[in-house]
């Protein structure tokens, strides 16, 4: 049984920082694609990074390039999304989630598997 499990989220003030984990369990990653999307009050669910399990190829939201890394742990079997600079508009639940594609995805519907979220909130 495929789980992801989301670790991390907290209150920050603005311009300070958040690692998220997000610790996967149940099968083999290296043929997924791992994502983070975060999802505000009243707004969709939208795409933040994405990263390829085998190879480590990023792609980046464009609001967050150049402020959020996302890296993977092969040996932990865990995917971490760095924030920095964070801001008020980053308020919001974070989900990880596992694509078994090689290419890739911004789309929700793309991906299999997701976590139960970590609330991030950040204070003006």
């Known amino acids: 049984q495929v789980q992801l499990v989301e670790s991390g989220g907290g209150l920050v003030q603005a311009g300070g920082s958040l690692r998220l984990s997000c610790a996967a369990s149940?099968?083999?990653?290296?043929?997924?694609?791992m994502g983070w999307f975060r999802q505000a009050p009243g707004k969709e669910r939208e795409f933040v990074a994405a990263?390829?399990?085998?190879?480590?190829?990023?792609y980046y939201e464009d609001s967050a390039k150049g402020r959020f890394t996302i890296s993977r742990d092969s040996t932990k079997n865990t995917v971490f999304l760095q924030m920095n600079s964070l801001k008020p508009e980053d308020t919001a639940v974070y989900y990880c989630?596992?694509?078994?594609?090689?290419?890739?995805?911004?789309?929700?519907?793309?991906?299999?598997?997701w976590g139960q979220g970590t609330q991030v909130t950040v204070s003006s």
């Open positions: 149940g099968r083999t990653f290296s043929d997924y694609v």
């Open positions: 989630a596992a694509a078994p594609l090689q290419t890739l995805v911004t789309m929700p519907s793309k991906y299999d598997y």
């Open positions: 990263i390829k399990w085998s190879g480590g190829s990023t």
